[in-house]
């Protein structure tokens, strides 16, 4: 139904499933991408307007992601992050890990399912400025729609197979850097667990 509503409405139907699919609605943002791309190969559509709508769609999806962080994230966090263990010294510690290295994730994040629905909130709670957000997420969005549509364009009649076995491979790339994470993340509390000062 929703390839049916793209090729019904066109460049408008790509840009709003984009947005919508970035901002957390559950899209499968590859398969529209390269369904795209498989347009552009028929030749219903233009392939250079269908980047530019496909890009334009993930730049508002992630910046409406950004802005919802930047205005109510930061609000939640420092009422009822305490419940949770987030203090504002650990905060304090996020934001500057963020605006040192954060900025880098934001454009091979829009590769990994998941991890691109979260990364632009993450930065708006952090408050990274949206100078640099906007520098690094947009250059990725344009990036990673343009290599999904090209792959339709490219893949031709078989872009659905080919993004069936994209889409199973990058949802198992992301479990994979959740349970890292976790990983990381548990090591370091049992660390400051067994750590002298927290013997004390």
């Not at 510690?93 to 991890?115: C, E, M, Q």
């Not at 930065?123 to 957000?133: N, P, V, W």
């Not at 009649?157 to 790339?173: C, E, I, T, V, Y």
Request: include cysteine.
């Amino acid at each position: 139904m929703l390839l049916h509503w793209i090729v019904e409405f066109g460049y408008p139907g790509i840009f709003a499933a984009l947005l919508l699919g970035i901002f957390g609605a559950p899209i499968p943002d590859e398969v529209v991408l390269s369904f795209a791309g498989y347009l552009a190969f028929e030749g219903t559509q233009q392939l250079h307007f269908a980047i530019l709508a496909a890009s334009l769609g993930s730049v508002c999806g992630i910046s409406l992601s950004y802005a919802v962080g930047r205005s109510f994230g930061l609000f939640f966090v420092e009422r009822y992050g305490r419940f949770v263990g987030i203090t504002p010294e650990r905060l304090g510690r996020a934001h500057n890990w963020f605006g040192r290295y954060g900025k880098w994730t934001l454009l091979p994040g829009f590769f990994i399912p998941g991890v691109r629905h979260l990364i632009a909130y993450l930065a708006g709670t952090s408050r990274l400025k949206y100078s640099t957000f906007s520098l690094f997420a947009y250059a990725g969005g344009f990036l990673w729609t343009t290599t999904f549509i090209l792959l339709g364009y490219y893949m031709g009649k078989d872009w659905h197979q080919m993004s069936a076995l994209l889409h199973k491979h990058l949802r198992l790339g992301a479990a994979i850097v959740v349970l890292v994470f976790l990983a990381w993340f548990l090591i370091r509390w049992l660390l400051r667990r067994n750590s002298p000062q927290s013997a004390q």
